[in-house]
């Protein structure tokens, strides 16, 4: 049974059992209709209140200024990698309408922390490689900071950053879902993103998939845009939330016709999306629906942000503290080298010793009932996620079985 099970998996990862209890209803019969959420138009009097609610209810819980607008998209993270670059080159051609000829294209600054800020920039580079020989290419994506040399244990250190004057953008990814880095989000942390150092006019993306609604964002404002796959905090995979600066909701087919910028597929144009409130074309109606009900639980069980970030605070403090203590009996070892780096939604880690120790630990933990530990497949060892619906009493057990192993 689920009370016998504590799932660690990076996503899709736990749900909240009530919510799930009630989504199983709701997938059956919605709201006394007779017709499962499933079954409905997604432009019917039903569903519209599911969206605009959680709509509304994500608002309110990430105290999102009235000058961005809130999106439900599809394509998943990964789809994002592309929109972002589409739509915010289109913003910057419309911005410098000049005759093609004259165009120069922009730089796009990317923070290398880890394999899902790899993989963005990898995209940027895709996308904008020239539409033909003996052409310019689109944009120029650039490598603002890497630690990939460090084998990603890591955040930049202040100087290590270097941005460029007249990037289209700069982009980060603030958690690090593989390799189990996050950036600190108290600014006077020194491993903190330089938003500081960021030049003035320079747009700021931030990946936020596997931080989503773990704790407060800080400095929404200081973003163009946010994003995140909902599959670890949020709800099923399916759907994607964003969180986009309404002077960004660009028509980019007007920056087409000017030239020099890559075509934007329909259903990623963030505008198309927000003129037509998330619906133009047929939504993701389950996933939105039962994020929408997760968002209605963290409001009215979990205390909101402020209560979920001091339970998340506390598993991680633990956690790692665990770990600590087995490192320095020689037992484990974390991954992630500075302290301020340190995941609160990943903790990864491996166990020292000979190889077959890892399997022990990991057939140990089965046994016990903790699920899904292993580590990603790119880089191994052991991954315990730990978002909003693992309890802190799931985390307290864990520790003790690590506490037991590594004796
Ligand atoms: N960014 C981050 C931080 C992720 O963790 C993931 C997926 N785990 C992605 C992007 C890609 O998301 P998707 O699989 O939904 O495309």
């Known amino acids: 049974t689920r009370d016998q099970v504590h799932n660690f998996a990076a996503g899709p990862s736990p749900l909240p059992g009530s919510v799930l209890e009630e989504a199983a209803q709701g997938l059956l019969n919605y709201d006394d209709t007779g017709m499962g959420i499933c079954e409905l138009s997604h432009r019917g009097k039903e569903f519209k209140a599911v969206i605009e609610g959680a709509e509304a209810d994500l608002r309110k819980l990430l105290s999102i200024p009235e000058n961005y607008t809130i999106l439900f998209s599809q394509g998943g993270g990964t789809g994002q990698f592309s929109a972002v670059v589409l739509n915010l080159l289109s913003a910057h051609r419309l911005k410098n309408p000049v005759p093609a000829q004259e165009f120069k294209p922009p730089v796009l600054d990317y923070v290398l922390t880890g394999s899902w800020s790899s993989k963005a920039y990898a995209e940027a580079q895709r996308l904008t490689l020239p539409p033909f020989p003996n052409c310019p290419a689109f944009a120029e994506p650039r490598i603002a900071a890497s630690m990939k040399s460090e084998k990603w244990t890591r955040l930049p250190r202040k100087d ?42 320079v747009e700021i993306v931030a990946d936020y998939s596997s931080s989503f609604i773990s704790r407060p964002i800080l400095n929404i404002e200081k973003h163009a845009i946010i994003y995140a796959g909902a599959q670890k905090n949020l709800g099923p995979s399916g759907v994607t939330v964003l969180i986009v600066r309404n002077d960004l909701l660009v028509d980019t087919t007007e920056a087409s016709k000017l030239g020099c910028v890559p075509h934007t597929p329909i259903t990623y144009e963030y505008k198309i999306l927000a003129d037509n409130k998330s619906l133009y074309n047929t939504p993701p109606t389950f996933p939105i629906y039962v994020s929408a ?66 399997k022990r630990f990991l057939d140990g933990a089965e046994k016990k009932g903790f699920k899904q ?9 052991i991954r315990a996620s730990i978002y909003n619906a693992v309890t802190l009493d799931s985390v307290k057990l864990l520790c003790e079985y690590i506490n037991e192993f590594c004796t």
């Open 160 to 201: 290590e950053y270097s941005f460029s004057k007249d990037a289209a953008f700069v982009y980060y990814c603030e958690n690090e879902t593989i390799n189990g880095i996050e950036f600190p989000h108290d600014p006077s942390n020194e491993a903190a993103f330089p938003f500081e150092s960021v030049p003035e006019g």
């Open 293 to 358: 009900l997760v968002l209605k639980h963290l409001i009215k069980d979990k205390g909101g942000l402020e209560g979920l970030e001091s339970t998340n605070k506390q598993k991680a403090e633990l956690l790692y503290k665990t770990l600590e203590a087995a490192e320095k009996k020689g037992k484990a070892r974390l991954v992630v080298r500075d302290e301020n780096a340190r995941s609160w939604m990943n903790v990864t880690f491996t166990i020292e010793g000979a190889a077959e120790e890892e």
């Open 373 to 381: 530990l292993k580590g990603h497949r790119s880089v191994g060892g």
